[in-house]
């Protein structure tokens, strides 16, 4: 069957097309591949415009859609420098920063992005001072949020110690009309018991059950599991302690605290692993890097182990 | 054509208008706006945490508004210089259909289309906010205050448009509406640089901030997709605005359509 001529344009065009189209995606993905070609010029790395008023100008008050951009683009250039654990977190603070200055009512913003802030490297960026301005600018402007005010006793509690700002912070949020329980509870055990297992817990749940976020929650189970492992380690040295003032010599097992009344069973950690009594009557976990953020239970000089590496953050909201 | 009365010699322009619109495929922009919204609904969740609704709101209303404002330019422009190339003006004109229901028509038809517009897309936001949060909400309400204020603002724009394109060019009409939008949008910051100027200066600036259409004072989209209520002050002193806005413009364009040699 002989073709017509414009049936053969249509093919021939047809075939270019296609031919063009999947050249130009295997060209983009090469260049996509080579370290060579893409170093310093990685758009992620950039920040075109600084300054929110001109963001704001330029956005011509579709402002909202804007700072949801910059967000996705603060949590994804979180989400890369930290899978690639590069340490370099330079511009997590400013686009933040553009995020809530363009979107101050973005709550996330200030949530997740204290927690990306604040934590030491590798857990975060290791900047508390950001995470602090970050915050309180949020309070500035949703003085109606508790969660806020959580956060922000939160980051005095756990980054600067500072348990009377903490104190403060949990005593002005748990004032506001909608709170959670935890908070007047909060407020008036940091004063008093700043540093106790039973506070820092509380802590913990309260930011578990005020988030949907998974990582976040991931996070708070693992301090949730670490303040159980260090409670238990702190009260099994306590018991040896008490062994050796009443026989005059360390407990050579497990077993003879047993035979003493001290303990009921071998005692085990979270993970179901016995605890090791050591010859010098410090009491180990038997897989340090099982249990994160412990700080108790480990060899001597050994820092608390960190979860590996995520892929990147993601939510299980949905 | 039927002459009859006025209002039927208006409605009968309207309907053509909206009828060509939807010839020249104008709705088919909702094809776009489905997939832009529907994809955002989905990837969002992967990329970002915890503003699902948020994008929905934000991405939609914005999709909503940049598309309608595109449409009224880039058809408000030609709806008259249109029907003078085509001479299919002459034609209608030559019935006893006077120049200023002409006009109206037009703009009616037009913000017609733009509404039936708006419609379909509403339905897609809810769509997609009904799947990002599995159930719908008190606050989801305002979204509807928020759309009712970007047809307001497809009014002005509309009306904008025919004014400019009774006399001037398709391309010079679309250059000064899009600018006007522009500015339009950064209202209130020319009202600000207006309060810090003084004397001549002041006063010019400050005519020109008033004279300008206000649109930052009709989009509430950040608003919103927050849930935070909308005034209903702020409902009435938009419809009045945008009411008499328009009808300045459309009553400029009818001013100069009666006067304009047609021969």
Redesign the interface.
Same mark, same amino acid.
């Given at each position: 069957m002989k073709m017509s001529a414009a049936g053969r344009v249509n093919l021939v065009a047809a075939a270019v097309l296609l031919f063009s189209m999947a050249g130009a995606v295997a060209t983009l993905y090469v260049i996509d591949n080579d370290d060579q070609v893409r170093r310093g010029a990685v758009a992620q790395d950039a920040l075109y415009v600084s300054s929110s008023t001109t963001l704001r100008r330029m956005s011509l008050g579709y402002t909202g859609l804007l700072a949801d951009i910059y967000w996705t683009r603060a949590v994804q250039y979180f989400g890369q420098q930290h899978h690639a654990d590069s340490g370099d977190f330079r511009l997590l603070a400013p686009l933040l920063e553009i995020t809530t200055e363009l979107d101050p009512k973005l709550l996330p913003a200030y949530q997740f992005g204290a927690n990306f802030l604040a934590p030491k490297p590798p857990g975060g960026a290791g900047l508390p001072g950001a995470a602090l301005e970050l915050i309180k600018y949020g309070v500035e402007h949703n003085p109606d949020h508790w969660q806020l005010y959580y956060n922000l006793g939160f980051l005095y509690y756990t980054e600067f110690k500072d348990y009377a700002k903490a104190a403060d912070a949990f005593r002005r949020g748990a004032k506001l009309p909608v709170t959670s329980e935890f908070m007047p509870i909060l407020a008036a055990q940091m004063a008093q018991h700043a540093g106790e297992f039973d506070t820092a817990r509380m802590l913990w749940m309260t930011t578990y059950q005020s988030t949907k976020e998974a990582r976040i929650r991931q996070n708070a189970v693992e301090h949730l599991v670490a303040l159980q492992v260090d409670e238990e380690v702190t009260q099994l040295e306590q018991v040896v302690a008490k062994y050796r003032e009443l026989k005059g010599r360390l407990p050579g097992s497990m077993s003879d605290l047993e035979r003493a009344g001290f303990i009921h069973g071998t005692p085990a950690d979270p993970k179901g692993h016995a605890y090791k009594l050591m010859p010098d009557g410090r009491i180990e976990v038997q897989d340090p890097k099982e249990i994160y953020f412990i700080t108790k239970g480990l060899p001597p000089g050994a820092l608390p182990p960190q979860p590996p590496r995520e892929p990147q953050p993601k939510t299980d909201s949905k | 054509m039927n002459p009859g009365p006025t209002n039927a010699r208006i409605g009968y322009i309207a309907f053509n208008t909206f009828r060509e619109a939807v010839r020249d495929r104008v709705l088919y922009n909702l094809i776009a706006f489905a997939l832009l919204l529907s994809g955002a609904a989905i990837i /969002?969740? *992967?990329? &970002?945490? !915890?503003? *699902?609704r +948020?994008?929905v /709101?934000?991405?939609g209303l914005?999709a909503v &508004? +940049?598309f309608g404002v595109v449409i009224a330019i880039f058809i408000g422009i030609g709806l008259v210089s249109k029907e003078i190339d085509k001479r299919t003006l002459y034609t209608v004109l030559s019935r006893p259909v006077r120049r200023w229901e002409f006009v109206l028509g037009k703009f009616l038809g037009l913000t017609g289309t733009l509404v039936v517009n708006t419609f379909f897309m509403a339905i897609g936001v809810f769509l997609a906010l009904l799947y /990002?949060a599995d159930k719908f909400e008190k606050m989801d309400l305002w979204v509807l205050v928020a759309l009712y204020f970007i047809v307001l603002q497809f009014l002005i724009v509309c009306a904008l448009a025919l004014f400019f394109s009774s006399f001037s060019t398709p391309l010079m009409s679309a250059v000064f509406t899009f600018a006007l %939008?522009?500015i339009g &949008?950064?209202a209130e !910051?020319m009202r600000g640089f207006a309060r810090t100027t003084h004397g001549v200066a002041g006063w010019l600036a400050t005519a020109i901030a008033y004279l300008v259409p206000n %649109?930052?004072a009709l989009?509430v989209?950040?608003q919103v997709?927050?849930g !935070?209520p909308v005034p209903g002050r702020l409902i009435l002193y938009n419809t009045v605005y945008a009411l008499l806005y328009s009808a300045m413009a459309i009553s400029g364009a009818v001013l100069i359509f009666q006067r304009r040699n047609l021969k």
């Open positions: - | /969002v969740g *992967e990329i &970002s945490i !915890d503003i *699902e +948020l994008v /709101v934000n991405l914005t &508004s +940049l /990002v %939008f522009v &949008s950064l !910051d %649109f930052s989009n989209i950040s997709a927050h !935070d």
